[in-house]
């Protein structure tokens, strides 16, 4: 019995070290979640370079060139990276996103023109990949104040397009 059990903690400590070190990291650390929150917005907008002629527009922006407007129903999913706070069980509390999101970007977008209503598209073709960015842009340093970090600005423009920015 007493050989058998020194044979165990030999055997024990000559594999300790192969243990990799993340396991006694893992049981320190919290866990890590990603949490989406999608908000909507309906908003109008043209697709043009000013140096480009109506036909060239066409040619590069398709229908989204229309010199009369037209408007999208987007989707936005904003998604924070934290961690899981072990007495709450939240990365963070949803409304207070929610409210960061509506503040920042949705007062400001939602039936609105995006060529001329908006202080943070200023100057930008308001394509899909410019939304995301300018959007990650305006809502970053909130996410960082309430402890999250954010992972990932998604805009769905319509059904079958959307762009993802990571911030890169
Ligand atoms: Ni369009």
Same mark, same amino acid.
């Given at each position: 019995?007493?050989?058998?059990? %020194? &044979?165990?903690?030999?055997?024990?400590? #000559?594999?300790? !070290?192969?243990? !990799?070190?993340? #396991?006694? @990291?893992?049981? +320190?650390?919290?866990?890590? &979640?990603?949490?989406?929150?999608?908000?909507?917005?309906?908003?109008?907008?043209?697709?043009?370079?000013?140096?480009?002629?109506?036909?060239?527009?066409?040619? +590069?922006?398709?229908?989204?060139?229309?010199?009369?407007?037209?408007?999208?129903?987007? $989707?936005?999913?904003?998604?924070?990276?934290? =961690?899981?706070? @072990?007495?709450?069980?939240?990365?963070?509390?949803?409304?207070?996103?929610? &409210?960061?999101?509506? /503040?920042?970007? #949705?007062?400001? +977008?939602?039936?609105?023109?995006?060529?001329? =209503?908006?202080? *943070?598209?200023?100057?930008?073709?308001?394509? @899909?990949?410019? +939304?995301?960015?300018? %959007?990650?842009?305006?809502?970053?340093? =909130? %996410?960082?104040?309430?402890? &999250?970090?954010?992972?990932?600005?998604?805009?769905?423009?319509? $059904?079958?397009? *959307?762009? /993802?920015?990571?911030?890169?």
């Amino acid at each position: 019995m007493k050989g058998k059990s %020194i &044979a165990y903690c030999v055997d024990f400590f #000559i594999k300790l !070290p192969l243990i !990799p070190f993340d #396991i006694n @990291t893992k049981i +320190l650390s919290m866990p890590i &979640a990603y949490l989406t929150r999608r908000e909507r917005f309906s908003s109008a907008h043209r697709l043009f370079l000013s140096e480009l002629s109506d036909d060239e527009n066409y040619k +590069l922006y398709g229908q989204c060139s229309h010199p009369n407007w037209h408007g999208h129903n987007y $989707e936005l999913f904003v998604t924070v990276k934290g =961690d899981v706070d @072990t007495k709450t069980g939240y990365v963070l509390n949803l409304k207070t996103l929610s &409210a960061i999101l509506k /503040e920042k970007v #949705i007062s400001k +977008l939602d039936h609105r023109n995006l060529n001329v =209503d908006v202080d *943070f598209l200023e100057g930008m073709v308001p394509t @899909t990949e410019n +939304l995301a960015i300018a %959007i990650w842009n305006c809502i970053e340093n =909130d %996410i960082s104040t309430i402890g &999250a970090k954010l992972h990932c600005v998604k805009v769905q423009e319509s $059904e079958n397009n *959307f762009i /993802e920015y990571r911030g890169d």
